[in-house]
């Protein structure tokens, strides 16, 4: 049988993803945003979601929910959301602000689980925020886990993903279990080619994004984010992978019975002529300075792609970078393959939800990299997935967070984005970015 895990904090479904690629079963995600809720149930139909605060609770319910009947846990996987300050003469863990973390601890150790990874920003390793992290795995010990150190930064960069992104993650298991080794980076067949030409060892963002149409040719995404098209380019094999076209693409995960024919994830953003000039005076791997939106390079990476803020703090979207051939910011689907995520993972529809899903994703090839390792320390081979899964209801996918939250009959939280305050301070955004020849899109 195949691993089970367990997703904590689980967003869209980054590591849910990662690692059912690497051979696990997920069996329960919890999330407390409806929003995301709804997303990753459409991606995981079979997975059960609890839409609840994670301090409500216990490693009961959510085994439970799960349906385990008695089997073990193998992996609680997840990044729970801290401050990280470590302020003199306290503990940064007796922080209310830090309290998930205790929770994400708490989670392992009721479910018992044989092993976890918990990831978080690169920002805990450095400064005062050690302190802090020292903590945090004082905190696993005592609950009865040890924790793989030296602790180790990972770049998804390096596992086959076309962006510069850096991520802490931390392995533990249960005392008594083999700790999981670190993955060692992938390598790319043409990498000597590469590190000749001055180029990166992986996939570029030519060859994540060169054989997708333009959006800005399809009327339709005006006014929705996925439209019918054959106009697909050869694509490179780090594409194909994503488009479902090779034997390897489904790894050990499940596959889905999805629409290659549709170019989904694409909703168009509007921008003025002039931001439009300034995009396509600014040259690759460059900063525009009026916007200080990043500038693609064909034959570069990425920069880290961000979530911006959440509703509870005002809801801004970070800036999505520009095209490297086309005069706009890239799209959620373009976002999405900068990112890992094949093409038939679907996002919220609207830009501002799906750019923040995937800028809080952890990439899925990171993911699936760590879950291997992971495999290994359970002494487990990885079996791929049977059968074909029916993706969910699209109309999960159009969900605002009111609507999300009647779906799973729960409260939505805590939202500025509502507020008329936060009306207001969006439109004086607007106007101020439009001054300056950018109009921010926010659906």
């Known amino acids: 049988m195949r ?34 809720c709804a997303v990753h149930k459409f991606n995981f139909p079979n997975a059960a979601i609890l839409p609840h605060p994670i301090e409500t609770l216990s490693g009961t319910d959510i085994a439970k929910a799960a349906g385990l009947d008695g089997r073990r846990v193998d992996c609680v996987f997840g990044g729970a959301p801290c401050q990280g300050f470590s302020l003199i003469g306290h503990r940064a863990l007796d922080d209310p602000r830090n309290r998930l973390v205790r929770e994400f601890v708490r989670i392992v150790a009721e479910l018992d689980a044989r092993t976890f990874v918990f990831e978080n920003v690169k920002g805990l390793t450095v400064g005062r925020h050690r302190g802090f992290l020292d903590e945090i795995v004082e905190e696993f010990a005592a609950a009865g886990y040890a924790v793989r150190v030296p602790w180790r930064v990972l770049n998804a960069g390096n596992y086959g993903v076309p962006q510069h992104r850096e991520r802490l993650i931390l392995l533990g298991a249960r005392e008594g279990e083999t700790l999981p080794d670190y993955p060692e980076p992938a390598t790319n067949l043409a990498g000597t080619r590469r590190r000749i030409a001055n180029l990166p060892d992986g ?59 549709e170019l989904t994830s694409s909703a168009r953003t509007a921008h003025t002529d002039i931001s439009r000039r300034r995009f396509r005076e600014t040259g690759p791997g460059a900063t525009e300075p009026i916007s200080r939106f990043f500038k693609l390079s064909e034959k570069g990476v990425s920069n880290t792609l961000r ?10 979207t970070s800036p999505r970078p520009i095209h490297y051939r086309y005069e706009r910011c890239v799209t959620v689907r373009e976002m999405a393959r900068l990112h890992g995520f094949p093409d038939w993972f679907r996002f919220n529809a609207t830009k501002w939800h799906g750019a923040r899903q995937i800028g809080n994703a952890v990439p899925p090839p990171l993911a699936r990299a760590v879950a ?54 969006r439109k004086q955004v607007d106007i101020e970015r439009e001054r300056l020849g950018e109009l921010a899109v926010h659906a």
């Open 3 to 36: 691993p089970i895990g367990i997703d904590l904090f689980a967003g869209a479904g980054g590591l849910s993803l990662g690692f059912e690629q690497a051979g696990f079963d997920v069996a329960a995600a919890v999330e407390i945003d409806p929003v995301h």
């Open 203 to 261: 996939p570029t963002c030519g060859d994540a994004l060169g054989d997708l149409p333009d959006a800005d040719g399809f009327e339709a995404l005006t006014g929705s984010d996925a439209v019918p098209t054959d106009a697909f380019a050869e694509p490179s094999p780090y594409a194909a992978g994503l488009r479902c076209l090779t034997n390897d693409s489904w790894h050990c995960g499940y596959a889905r019975a999805w629409d290659p024919g």
């Open 307 to 316: 979530a911006g803020t959440d509703g509870a703090r005002g809801a801004f």
């Open 372 to 425: 291997g390792s992971v495999t290994i320390a359970l002494g487990r081979a990885p079996t791929p997935g049977e059968g074909m899964i029916e993706l969910g209801d699209p109309a999960l996918l159009a969900f605002d967070l009111s609507a999300a939250a009647r779906h799973f009959g729960v409260a939505p939280p805590p939202s500025r984005r509502d507020r008329k305050s936060g009306a207001r301070k």
